[in-house]
């Protein structure tokens, strides 16, 4: 069996991904995903952009130790004037990094329009900045930024510009579909012509995500014979974002016309972990996950139809194109008025519910779904109501305390500064077992307060729930005019790292939060074993 090639993943999550609106990294930020990044196993490390902003230039300062090579991003020397008085070349050199990934206009329009200056002297500019990174003793990449439209408009100039970094001595010269419009067929065939300029071995792509081609283009680039892929977690990145390496990596491993070609750096059991630094990622970017995700999305692996969950539990092949676990997934079959029995019992059995398959009161659950989702409630994206329901009909649910009234008050008025401002304020009358308890706090808002004045004195089962915080709150109208119905799904989170949504239904907004509140404190004393 002849052996397989080496497929190379460059990220650039820290340095591309930054432009990510919304998205801004602290140094220790940096440092902690590059972490991540690490025991994932890529090969490369975009880390910042020394010189152009204070957080790369102090992060490129110090030495990051890390088996992958540390990149630092730059621009190639400007026209007209040498690479040694160039102050951008001088700061890259002085980076500590592994590596060095200039950036160089491949379009001879961008190089007429904005440089402002010739094909010959942007040929220098490849050359020398090159050239004075190898001298350097760094490794040296070259981003032909607008290459694709660059070559559609002038092949011979693009083709130039990589055969100028390859030969001035760039390990890896990197095709850029900058604008994001090129389609796969075009980034094959024009990769197809540029392996005969440069070996495919010293060629990557760097795909942008405008027409949601990103991984498309950059697989299709490897077809062709490039062996460096560059992208970002989560497909972070300017506008529409850039190839997502938690997409391509799975793909990479797990489907045979790649897995049988390709040895990439990262390991079976790294990539039972994808899912996780996909997560964590979000967490530290106070982004919600996007449950839809290829792979690693909370839905990738959910079933809603009974027919398709029955099929699962006898062989999960029937609808599953890889197993969730190889990234660190998990299987989901999710009750709605859709589900049948089979959807019932997979649930619960995946959230720890014991109950008998042959129980008579398993069918009286599925009914009391239904009705209740008629009613507007969606146990699909509720795991913890759902299994509290559950637990109801079964009767296994312990009564922890009872609230026996609560109130919210929004006042705007005028702070000690003379500044308009609201505050909410609530209190909520609890009674756990003989003892009755009363609490007030004040929140940015009604729920808030709610929330905090709830949390703030549940007396013996306080110690129980000092770790739970929500994380998401998510509302929608269920139908208009002055009946409307509310729906609210609260997503919390204990110290733990555990997750679990809970859901609330009433014409009333705040009762609808409170009900989702009250399952969310509910499900964490359950699962802690609060002694009733």
Known sequence: MPSKERLYLFDTTLRDGAQTNGVDFTVADKIRVLGLLDQLGVDYVEAGYPGANPTDTQLFAEEHPAKARLTAFGMTKRPGRSASNDPGIAALLAAKADAICFVAKSSAYQVRVALETTNEENLASIRESVAAAVAAGREALVDCEHFFDGFKEDSDFALACARAAYEAGARWVVLCDTNGGTLPHEVEAIVAEVVKVVPG???????????????????????????????????????????????????????????????IGVSPQALADIAHVSRTLDEMLNRAPDRHAPYVGESAFATKAGIHASAILKDPATYEHVAPEAVGNRRK?????QAGKSNVLAELERLGVPVDKADPRISRLLDEVKTREALGYAYEAADASFALLARRVLGNVPDFFDVERFSVKVERRFNAKGEITTVAEAIVKVKVGEETLLSAAEGNGPVNALDLALRKDLGRYQPFISGLHLTDYRVRVLNGGTEAVTRVLIESADETGDRWTTVGVSPNIIDASFEALIDSITWKLLKEGAPA
């Open 201 to 263: 071995d010293h060629v990557g792509i760097h795909a942008h995500n405008d027409t949601e081609q990103a991984v498309a283009n950059s697989l299709a680039a490897v077809r062709a014979g490039a062996r460096q892929i560059q992208g970002t977690l989560n497909g972070l990145g300017e506008r529409c974002g850039n190839a997502n390496l938690c997409s391509i990596i799975p793909t990479l491993l797990l489907k045979s016309d790649y897995s049988k070609r390709f040895d």
């Open 333 to 337: 079959l999710l009750v709605s008025d």
